[in-house]
Nanobody, 129 residues
């Protein structure tokens, strides 16, 4: 059973950059569709980005296009979220989740999370001057 674990959360100033990593031990993350979510203070969880294992494509919610990027590092067995031009409103807990290769990224990003296998514990990203 895949168990994702996030790392890389840290205090960052507005306009700064940060890279988050999602790792899993004992299984290859390349066999799973990996999705990043964010939950800001007082807000509902929202989809950020998805790397599909099925079609090899990446997907982003509109709010994050152009500022964030997602990549796989198969040597380290991680899926990384590079966040640039961070804003105060990017503050939150970032979670990664793993699902089957056939999971539609867009469905997962927009709230259909029933088929997600497992979630990480989250990593905090406070954006503050």
């Amino acid at each position: 059973q895949v168990q994702p674990a996030e790392s890389g959360g840290d205090l960052v100033e507005p306009g700064g950059s940060l890279k988050l990593s999602c790792a899993a031990s004992g299984v290859s993350l390349d066999d799973y569709t990996v999705i990043w979510f964010r939950q800001g203070p007082g807000n509902e969880r929202e989809g950020v980005s998805c790397f599909s294992s099925g079609d090899g494509l990446t997907y982003f919610t509109d709010s994050f296009k152009g500022r964030f990027s997602i990549s796989r590092d198969n040597a380290k067995n991680t899926v990384n979220l590079q966040m640039n031009e961070l804003r105060f409103e990017d503050t939150g807990v970032y979670y990664c989740a793993a699902g089957p290769p056939w999971l539609f990224c867009w469905s997962a990003l927009t709230g259909s999370t029933d088929y997600i296998h497992s979630w990480g514990q989250g990593t905090q990203v406070p954006v503050s001057a």
